[in-house]
């Protein structure tokens, strides 16, 4: 059976505006060194 208020809860704390602008952020960073050419994963996160 599915814990509704447990859910609820879950769903309000990802979607409070401090996760959002961390999720955004994440995004925006994520692009910008993925379009660098000779950066790979490793290497952007050093």
């Known amino acids: 059976m599915i814990d509704v208020p447990a859910l609820m809860d879950g769903l309000q704390i990802v979607?409070?505006?401090?996760?959002l602008l961390f999720i955004i952020l994440g995004?925006?960073?994520g692009v910008i060194l993925?379009?660098?050419p000779g950066v790979s994963g490793a290497l952007?996160?050093?």
């Open 34 to 36: 993925g379009a660098v």
């Open 15 to 19: 979607f409070s505006w401090q996760v």
């Open 27 to 29: 995004l925006v960073v």
């Open 44 to 46: 952007g996160i050093a």
